[in-house]
């Protein structure tokens, strides 16, 4: 990645709620306009940081650079930062184009300039025919695109997203990714979006940091954070993963060699591992092959359970005393049907797998 | 439910509103256009002299002369009424709004709280700023700390008025305006700071907008008594600044004029009537506006 500018700087923050730290000593860097996605399970302190950058909180230590000036102290009014809020906080008694005029009015714009960029707004998120309506007259899709509208028209230097997509229903939701991420690309506008979904935050994002227990676990673009997670709390937030305990045996650089109750030693990329001692290997099902597709060193196993999803089959496969999730395309139909019982092979190449310390 | 008992169920509300209600407001009606008993008291008749009695007094041939004495007292009472409104409400906002951002467990007590005075009887109360604002009582003495060495009186006055009607009812404002500020959604006042409105924006276009169903509706609960308040203008107005209520006390009880009592009541009646009205009509025509 060629050298960009970052939007914003979080440089060795803290929040701490009475006794309670939900943020400790958070470091990292958002870059201009790019998509970042800030990924955790609920009370992960994603939502802290976002309303840190908004300036509805401050900082217990460290600073926070918004385009390299330090806006740790500046209250929100002040900060060219706007929100699309996580119920969209529309205010019900003034219309949309009242709504969406709200912040140029703030800001001293003339009147036929605010008029125009209200228009334009509009326009952009497709509401144009509803500018004299009230929120509550609009659907929850509706909504949000006036949300949208209204937090952009601005021109802010960041825009702050706030799962926003959660109070939608599922459909919507898909459709509201694809426009999302085409108003990121046309306005250029850092999108910094809060998200527990995992699955939105690889579909839209440029990059993703995961955050668990108030600390950033991972940052990387989404292929990254899949493929390579760094440790044992990235693996298993970000899709679905095997965990096998096991003993390392030897490390040499960034690849260690564990032995698991596979009885097999496989040598794979490992990140947190110090030396020889206890450490799991992880392996995503789909990375798994049952007999023909088996690969590597192949043990065998017993399918225990097998659930038909359509596009994909999910087996339970016991071997060596361990169980281990399974998960294969079904490409060709009725072509080597498994079933409960059947006795089975399987294997997985060693650069599919991460050994992660404890 | 069966027909029967939706209206039969309703006998005991009408008998109720019927006879605490209705009927005294027919008897103060009746009593307004009645005559001066010779030895106090009234007999029943149909007589306007009452309602004319506020407009015109009697020359010495019996002619009719323009007198706006009653006015002007009907206008100084709807003055006061006025202020004390005002100033609950300036005191009322804040005080609600902070009550609203209160732990669950501290709102509660902080509305018993404000609830508190009401468990006191109004005479008590009211009988306390009279020592409060009396000669060298606490008002007094605060003020010579400062370095006020001419004490200007403060009983007997204005102010002293204004101060016992707004105690008296700024509980009655604080209620609703809580109800309504407690409703509103913090993230909307998040939503105006994010969009670089300052606290005064916040107040003057989501706060206020957002919470005047609270605030119209605290205002006429304040307004409405202090229209009719007696205790105040007589105990701490020393009685020199004449108020409706006093008025109709005094027809009632040393004049001796009922009619002139209830005629001057019913005029109360009317004024109170219009307000609600007014508010009747800005609600309706709110709720138009939001269908």
């Known amino acids: 990645m060629q050298k960009r500018l970052s939007a914003i700087e979080i440089i060795g923050v803290s929040k701490q709620f009475g006794d309670f730290t939900a943020l400790h000593q958070v470091d990292f860097r958002i870059l201009q306009n790019e998509f970042f996605t800030l990924l955790g399970p609920s009370g992960c302190g994603k939502t802290t940081l976002l309303r840190m950058i908004a300036g509805f909180e401050s900082p217990s230590r460290g600073t926070i650079l918004l385009n390299g000036k330090d806006i740790s102290d500046s209250p929100a009014h002040k900060r060219r930062v706007n929100t699309v809020f996580q119920n969209y906080a529309l205010f019900p008694h003034m219309t949309l184009s009242q709504n969406i005029a709200f912040g140029l009015e703030n800001l001293g714009w003339e009147r036929g300039k605010i008029r125009a960029r209200v228009g334009e707004m509009l326009e952009m998120v497709h509401m144009s025919q509803f500018a004299a309506r009230k929120p509550d007259q609009l659907s929850g899709g509706q909504r949000q695109r006036i949300a949208l509208a209204r937090a952009l028209a601005p021109g802010p230097e960041v825009l702050l997203l706030d799962e926003p997509l959660s109070a939608l229903d599922l459909k919507l939701r898909q459709s509201m990714r694809d426009e999302l991420r085409r108003l990121q690309r046309e306005t250029g506008i850092t999108f910094v979006f809060v998200t527990h979904d995992q699955e939105e935050a690889l579909d839209m994002s440029d990059r993703i940091a995961v955050m668990g227990n108030g600390h950033v676990q991972q940052i990387g673009a989404p292929d990254e954070i899949y493929e390579a997670p760094q440790n044992r709390f990235v693996a298993d937030f970000i899709g679905e993963t095997n965990f096998l305990d096991g003993e390392v045996v030897s490390v040499e650089g960034g690849h260690a060699t564990i032995r698991t109750a596979l009885g097999i030693d496989i040598t794979a990329a490992q990140s947190g591992v110090q030396g020889p001692g206890p450490a799991v290997l992880s392996i995503r099902p789909e990375k798994i092959g049952l007999d023909a597709r088996a690969e590597g060193e192949t043990r065998s196993g017993r399918i225990v359970s097998r659930n038909y999803m359509g596009g994909f089959t999910h087996y339970t496969v016991e071997a060596g005393g361990v169980s281990l999730r399974v998960s294969q395309r079904n490409a060709q139909s009725r072509q080597g049907r498994l079933d409960v019982g059947d006795e089975v092979r399987l294997g997985f190449a060693a650069e599919n797998a991460r050994v992660l310390g404890q | 439910m069966s027909k029967g008992f939706r209206i039969w169920g309703l006998v005991p509300a009408w008998a109720l509103m019927l006879l605490t209600l209705i009927l005294p407001i027919f008897i103060v009606a009746g009593v307004s256009v009645g005559e001066r008993g ?132 700024i509980p009655l404002m604080i209620l609703p305006v809580y109800a309504a500020v407690e409703k509103l959604d913090p993230a909307l006042i998040e939503a105006s700071h994010d969009l670089y409105g300052s606290r005064w924006t916040a107040l003057r276009r989501v706060i206020i907008p957002l919470a005047s169903p609270g605030l119209v509706g605290g205002s006429i609960l304040v307004f409405v008594p202090c229209l009719g308040t007696v205790l105040e203008p007589m105990l701490l107005g020393g009685g020199r600044q004449l108020m409706m209520g006093t008025l109709i006390q005094n027809q009632f009880g040393g004049a001796r004029d009922w009619p002139f009592g209830a005629a001057i009541a019913m005029v109360l009646l009317v004024l109170v009537v219009l307000v609600l009205i007014l508010n009747a009509r800005r609600a309706t025509r709110q709720l138009e506006v939001q269908a």
Do not use: H
């Open chain 2, 38 to 169: 010779a030895y106090g008291g009234f007999e029943w008749s149909f007589d306007l002299t009452a309602y004319r009695q506020i407009l015109f007094t009697l020359g010495w041939t019996d002619e009719l002369e323009f007198d706006p004495k009653y006015l002007i007292i009907i206008a100084r009472t709807l003055g006061y009424a006025a202020g004390a409104t005002a100033i609950s409400l300036l005191l009322a906002l804040p005080v609600a709004y902070w009550i609203s951002l209160q732990s669950a467990r501290d709102k509660a007590l902080l509305i018993y709280l404000v609830t508190l005075p009401f468990w006191v009887s109004m005479i008590v109360r009211v009988y306390a700023w009279l020592i409060i604002l009396g000669n060298d009582g606490m008002a007094e003495t605060v003020y010579r700390f400062f370095g006020g060495s001419d004490v200007p009186g403060f009983l007997f006055t204005p102010g002293a008025m204004l101060v016992g009607m707004v105690y008296s009812y």
